[in-house]
């Protein structure tokens, strides 16, 4: 009897213990979309043609985390990587990279790359803009599929698989807006159901492919990126133009906002279809308008519209002289920056926005409760 009881005991903390392990957990992560997510394609990509380096191959980006460049166009890391770490996954790799196994995930995410094709734009005489290395979503839903036999054989191999992994499809649609000049809004406004419209083909090609949990972003207030509102403030357009809640350009946030009304439909319409699977609407307007609004709640600076790596102006942001040129500074502490260099976000940022939408509240439903129902 007295060698039986630290035997019983012994196993109730074995079996209490197989009960802690986190039901939640995924075998691998696959991402899609553009310098939000990009952790290394475009510099692939970028040697690949031998063109210029890019900005992320050098300091200051990657100072705050990798203390070294990590091609991620940040301080430090992005939202996919905290995502690894909650998952116990390894940072992903950029698929371009061809670098080993991506049995654990890739991502395919590319700095630049738009939901749209590019020769959209330029058909429709909305911007100049041309995509020579082809990043666009559906580009990237290709290079998917030529990973996948190497990572399963049969449908039912395949399905077993992708069904205890992560899908992330954005943010991506960003771009498709900020490269529009706000003279042709109004255009992007109808042509907004054209980019939803791609974003769910794609969703709906994972999901036919085994995909079971799907996180699906919305558009940030891109009325709120120092990019935009440097440019935009050159026009001295009024002061009814701005939100004077935020400082941010009300016509680029309303069409934030259209996006994210059509998003969430076209999300639902997909759940009707497949009652199965887990897709998660992500909110990237209310955390980084919060941000804006109320930064010192978050422990961002007094002016949240302040890029912590540029040069000069009400923004501390030139187009000519970008985050890593020569003579551009970089705040003390970017952790109290919500804008990195312009047009993308501190880690600090990232790290609310991820775990907002990890537990709550800015996830419908959280990803960890999504996986474990």
């Known amino acids: 009897m007295k060698h039986t009881i630290p035997f019983i005991l012994s196993l109730f903390l074995f079996l209490l213990s197989i009960q802690l392990i986190p039901s939640h957990a995924f075998d691998s992560i696959f991402s899609f979309g553009d310098s939000y997510t990009d952790t290394g394609n475009l510099n692939v990509l970028a040697k690949k043609f031998k063109s210029s380096p890019m900005p992320s191959d050098n300091l200051p980006y990657g100072q705050t985390f990798f203390r070294r460049p990590s091609h991620r166009f940040s301080d430090g890391r992005l939202i996919v990587d905290f995502f690894a770490e909650e998952f116990g996954l390894p940072y992903l790799k950029p698929y371009l990279g061809k670098n080993g196994s991506f049995r654990q995930g ?14 959209f734009f330029k058909e429709h005489n909305l911007t100049s803009y041309e995509d020579p290395l082809s990043t666009s979503l559906s580009s990237q839903l290709q290079w998917f599929k030529e990973l996948k036999p190497s990572l399963c054989q049969t449908t039912k191999e395949c399905r077993d698989y992708f069904s205890r992994s992560l899908f992330i499809v954005g943010h991506i649609e960003g771009r498709d807006y900020v490269l529009v000049p706000s003279s042709k809004l109004p255009m992007m406004v ?32 891109i009325g709120c990126l120092p990019a935009k509102l440097d440019v935009f403030d050159l026009y001295a357009y009024d002061k009814s133009s701005y939100d004077p809640k935020s400082g941010c350009i009300e016509r680029y946030n309303t069409l934030s906002r259209h996006h994210n009304y059509l998003l969430l439909k076209a999300v639902k319409e997909l759940r009707v279809n497949y009652p199965q699977a887990k897709i998660i609407y992500a909110d990237f307007y209310e955390p980084v308008l919060n941000f804006v609004r109320f930064p010192q709640r978050y422990g961002f600076i007094s002016k949240p519209l302040v890029v912590c790596c540029g040069k000069g102006g009400k923004y501390n942001y030139s187009l000519i002289e970008t985050c890593s040129s020569p003579n551009v500074t970089v705040c003390k502490n970017p952790s109290t920056y919500l804008n990195w260099d312009g047009l993308r976000l501190t880690e600090a940022a990232y790290r609310y926005i991820a775990n907002s939408w990890l537990k709550g509240p800015y996830a419908d439903p959280p990803i960890v409760d999504a996986h474990k129902n």
């Open 190 to 221: 109808s042509y907004a159901a054209k980019i939803i419209q791609i974003i769910a083909r794609i969703i709906k090609e994972l999901l036919d492919q085994g995909a079971q949990t799907v996180v699906v972003p919305g558009n940030m207030p």
């Open 106 to 119: 890739a991502n395919f995410a590319v700095e630049g790359a738009t939901a749209l094709d590019p020769t």
